[in-house]
Each structure stands twice: as C-alpha cells, then as structure tokens.
C-alpha cells in the first residue's frame, strides 16, 4: 500500500497563536525588477537592484526622477547596443566571443563596484 502525499501545508504555534504555513508558496515573492517601476506622480520609482549588477543586492532603491531619467537613457542604449550587436554578429560570426569575454568576472567586477558606487549615491542623496 502506498503513503499519501505529503501535506502541502504545514501548522505552526508561535506564541498562543496557529499559523498555516503553504510550502509549495514562493517565499521570496515576486522577481527583482531589472528596471526602475514609476509609481508615483512626480517621476520617482523604486528600482530591485540584483547580485548580478550590484553588490549589495538584492536591494529596493526609491529613485527620484532625475535618477529615472538616466535608468531610463540607458536602458534605450543598451537596446540599442544588443540591436546593433546582433545585426554585426549575423555579419561577422567571431563578435560572438565578446559576451564572454564582458561576463568574465575580470571585467564584471570593476562594472559592478562602479554601479554598487552609483547606487550607494543615489540611497546618499535620498533618492
């Protein structure tokens, strides 16, 4: 005879109360946003900064619009930039190496400290 499966929800005492706890449920809630979410009237955002990119990360940073603005700019570039790559690259195969070569932690690590150093500025100032 087979055991059933077991229990999607665990019953936990704290104190002199009884929480139920969904273990199937996603504990860290939603993925980091790669770029700032504008939520409020005057321009500002918050912005789930990554490990990948950030040394202190994962962390929400509020931005104010000026700071929005430049996020802004430089996601319009980076399209730009991974456009114009992939056009060069159907052209001329090698181009391909040059991803590994940026995601090296050589050259990944000075880019972070400067963009940890950025953000520490931005959390300085108060957005």
């Given at each position: 005879?087979?055991e059933p499966?077991?229990?999607?929800?665990?019953?936990?005492?704290?104190?002199?109360?009884?929480?139920?706890?969904?273990?199937?449920a996603?504990?860290?809630?939603?993925?980091?946003?790669?770029?700032?979410r504008?939520?409020?009237f005057?321009?500002?955002?918050?912005?789930?900064?990554?490990?990948?990119?950030?040394?202190?990360?994962p962390r929400t940073?509020r931005?104010?619009?000026?700071s929005?603005?430049?996020i802004?700019r430089?996601?319009?570039?980076?399209?730009?930039?991974?456009?114009?790559?992939?056009?060069?690259?159907?052209?001329m195969?090698?181009?391909?190496?040059?991803?590994f070569?940026?995601f090296?932690?050589?050259v990944r690590?000075?880019?972070r400290?400067?963009?940890?150093r950025?953000?520490?500025?931005?959390v300085?100032r108060g957005?």
């Amino acid at each position: 005879m087979t055991e059933p499966p077991p229990s999607r929800y665990r019953v936990v005492e704290h104190g002199r109360r009884l929480e139920v706890i969904d273990t199937r449920a996603n504990p860290t809630g939603p993925p980091p946003r790669l770029f700032p979410r504008q939520t409020r009237f005057d321009g500002s955002g918050d912005i789930t900064t990554r490990a990948f990119y950030d040394a202190k990360g994962p962390r929400t940073i509020r931005l104010d619009s000026v700071s929005v603005g430049v996020i802004a700019r430089v996601k319009f570039v980076a399209l730009f930039a991974a456009f114009a790559f992939v056009v060069a690259a159907v052209a001329m195969p090698w181009l391909l190496a040059i991803p590994f070569a940026l995601f090296s932690k050589a050259v990944r690590n000075p880019a972070r400290d400067g963009i940890t150093r950025w953000l520490d500025g931005i959390v300085a100032r108060g957005g």
